[in-house]
């Protein structure tokens, strides 16, 4: 069964580390999203990409947050510095564009918490 | 701004019931019109989706009522069951899956045994 894998699954690290997380989407989709999920703000977009291009990173504080996709297979969020406003689930999605209803699959997060 | 507005936040149902979240749309260029559940520590899965030229689509229990001149639309899950408790996030987009969602705030439901 295809799935959304996303690295590392929780990670806790002290205000001012950088963190990296990954996202392997699934095998032959076209469109990437990184989403944030707080109780204040629910579930948030903050950036996609289509064919590893980035086409939408309003959601993202620039300063500090950075999207890559290196290859087809891999997409990167980084945040550097990192602040406890960041602490959140940041949730990784994937889609093919067409027109017939491909849902979007969503990973199961990682749960970051900024000390 | 909030382009999709959702309610309950909460909701409480017995076992056996009928479940009913409502959501509200702004952006009459949105023409796809999914519903995700999402259970503890787990991201979320699409439920059921709904395109405006519709009024209703059903999927077992679950049914997406549309209503486009109110620029409304809602699900039901008929015959609640406990393994049904989860959150309920309605959303919306301009195209197809390929493009952004715009999410609800959720809804928080718990089907009592």
């Known amino acids: 069964d295809a799935r959304v894998t996303q690295t590392p699954r929780h990670k806790v690290t002290e205000m001012g580390q950088e963190v990296t997380m990954r996202c392997q989407p699934i095998?032959?989709?076209?469109?990437v999203f990184w989403y944030r999920q707080t109780m204040m703000q629910g579930l948030e977009l903050l950036a996609y990409?289509?064919?590893?291009?980035?086409?939408?990173d309003s959601g993202m504080p620039k300063d500090r947050f950075s999207a890559e996709m290196p290859d087809a297979t891999l997409a990167t969020l980084k945040i550097q510095p990192s602040e406890p406003r960041d602490s959140a689930v940041y949730f990784c999605?994937?889609?093919?564009?067409?027109?017939?209803?491909?849902?979007?699959?969503f990973g199961d997060g990682t749960r970051l918490s900024i000390l | 701004q909030q382009q999709v507005k959702q309610s309950p936040q909460s909701l409480i149902v017995q076992k056996g019931g009928i479940s009913i979240i409502n959501c509200a749309y702004e952006?009459?260029?949105?023409?796809?019109f999914p519903w995700y559940q999402q259970f503890p520590g787990k991201g979320p899965a699409l439920l059921i989706a709904?395109?405006?030229?519709?009024s209703e689509k059903k999927e077992g229990r679950f049914t997406i009522s549309f209503n486009k001149s109110a620029k409304q639309f809602s699900l039901h899950i008929m015959d609640s069951q406990p393994g049904d408790s989860a959150t309920y996030f309605c959303?919306?987009?301009?195209?197809?899956?390929?493009?952004?969602?715009?999410f609800g705030e959720g809804t928080q439901l718990t089907v009592n045994p």
């Open positions: 999605a994937s889609g093919l564009r067409d027109r017939n209803d491909q849902p979007q699959h």
């Open positions: 095998l032959g989709h076209n469109t």
């Open positions: 990409f289509r064919n590893r291009a980035p086409l939408d």
């Open positions: 952006n009459t260029a949105f023409d796809y």
């Open positions: 709904i395109r405006p030229d519709v």
């Open positions: 959303a919306a987009s301009k195209e197809t899956s390929g493009s952004r969602l715009t």
